[in-house]
């Protein structure tokens, strides 16, 4: 029996979501055992742009990804839907836009927009009162109770700890369904993070491989009392690495034959994304 992402954020262990950005990516992860899915919006910059995770990708953008993701796996997907895109309008618009495309979970952040990465300097932050505006739009919006809402504040950088916490009791008395206060700098700041809503709602911890964060396990993070786990951009850095070498290993020999040990041949490849199955499929209507 499959079960939703909101029961399963009801146990008590912790939660591990890898980031992925097309359905390849996430149909490799469903196939190695994880129970979610985070669709960072960064690396949908990274591989559908070619671009820094700075604003450029819209909501449609997004959404057609995530449908993609959605009709090819059965794993719950936590998107990031950045600031909504706009104002508490474009919310209410992207939140339905990316419920109708199957997310089980949709983040929100404060910042302004366009938006940065959140483990990049010079971010800016809008009001309290907007962002609590926008967070009771999206809310308002969703027409399934199973779809739930991330609040995100990037306040720290830009206000400091205790004013980001602020903005997180702020979110959390709209009623959202869990929280991300991102790029918390060390140990202590997690731990004061955990002490003070870990108890009480979903913690989410970000984590980003040279980002501001200090990289952990999940089980060290559930220690904390995170509930959420994601390393949402690992997977294209892993990626990136693995093309680097594939591609300078093509320029200088002029083959892939000293490739071959690290690459999946034409026909496991074809296993991989079931075409057996599909080519089955195919015949039954013949």
Known sequence: MTITLKQRLSQPHALLAPGVYDALSALV???????ALYLSGASIAYTLLGRSDVGLTTCSEVAATLSRITERVPVPVIVDADTGFGNALNTR????????AGAAMIQLEDQTFPKRCGHLDGKTVVTTKEMTGKLKAALDARTNEDTLILARTD?????????AFDR???????????????????PEEMDAACARFGARIPLLANMVEGGKTPVQSVTALQEQGFRIVIFPGGTVRAVAHTLQGYYSNLQQYQTSTGWKKSMLDFNALNELIGTPELM???????
């Open 93 to 100: 618009r992207t939140v339905r836009e990316f419920e109708r």
């Open 29 to 35: 992860a469903a196939q190695s055992g994880f129970e």
């Open 280 to 286: 089955v499929l195919g015949r039954h209507y013949e």
């Open 168 to 186: 997180a009791e702020a979110y959390l008395d709209c009623g959202v369904d869990a929280l991300f206060i991102e790029a918390l700098r060390t």
């Open 155 to 163: 306040a720290l950088a830009v206000e400091g700890l205790e004013a």
